[in-house]
């Protein structure tokens, strides 16, 4: 079954901390992986996309990681800002064979909250 | 538009009423996407349009739900005989062309069913 699962649920850290979310998936066959950063009450925001081949992408504060033999992702936040209290959706894009993406598994995402 | 919009932001009704919650894409998106969140919990997916037809209704729980998108543009979910355990929040979101490309979600109607 396609599953993507992620760690922590939640995590509260200090305003200029730093900290890393996990996820796990197994999901095939694999398309791409991305990141989305959803503030209470908003839609999910796509921060990053990682295909099979890439193994690292950033974008400002955020970077995200793939191991594709072990099917672990990371997302690691860099002095970390009031601004980043928010859920981290991992989402996991099956393929469809012929080259058309499938279906999005959702994790259920980690709650972040950083204190002053 | 800007970006995707949904409205209502907010639906209460009570059980066994029917429910119409609509989505703005962005314009010139042909793929437009329904999911379901519920609290603490990643989006569901619900159903997925490629201009008018619904290209994949594989998530509609059940025959109570159903969506339309008639002109390829705007479309709306409606949701008949509503139970509690169908409230929560309903995310549209809308792509260029396909699955292939970056879906970019609207905040959502949190519905709430009494």
């Known amino acids: 079954k396609n599953q993507v699962e992620q760690s922590p649920q939640s995590l509260i850290i200090l305003e200029g901390k730093n900290c890393t979310l996990q996820c796990n998936y197994t999901v095939s066959p694999f398309s791409n992986l991305r990141w989305y950063k959803q503030d209470t009450g908003r839609g999910p925001v796509s921060l990053t996309i990682?295909?099979?081949?890439?193994n690292t992408k950033s974008n400002g504060r955020y970077t995200a990681t793939l191991d594709a033999d072990t099917k672990q992702s990371s997302l690691h936040i860099t002095a970390s800002q009031l601004s980043d209290s928010a859920s981290y959706i991992c989402?996991?894009?099956?393929?469809?064979?012929?080259?058309?993406?499938?279906?999005?598994?959702f994790g259920k995402g980690t709650k972040l909250s950083v204190k002053p | 538009g800007a970006g995707v919009s949904q409205t209502p932001s907010n639906k209460v009704t009570e059980k066994g009423k029917y429910v119409e919650l609509r989505c703005d894409p962005i314009s010139g998106h042909t793929a437009l996407y329904w999911y379901r969140q519920s609290l603490g919990q990643g989006p569901e997916f619900l159903i997925y349009?490629?201009?008018?037809?619904?290209?994949?209704d594989s998530g509609l729980p059940n025959d109570r739900f159903f969506a339309v998108r008639p002109e390829g543009s705007v479309s709306t979910l409606k949701i008949q005989r509503t139970e509690r355990g169908d409230s929560a929040v309903y995310l549209c979101?809308?792509?260029?062309?396909?699955?292939?490309?970056?879906?970019?979600f609207g905040p959502g109607t949190r519905l709430t069913v009494l």
């Open positions: 349009f490629q201009g008018t037809g619904a290209a994949d």
């Open positions: 989402v996991v894009t099956t393929e469809v064979y012929g080259g058309s993406q499938g279906n999005l598994i």
């Open positions: 979101a809308s792509s260029l062309l396909g699955r292939h490309n970056e879906q970019f």
């Open positions: 990682m295909t099979f081949s890439e």
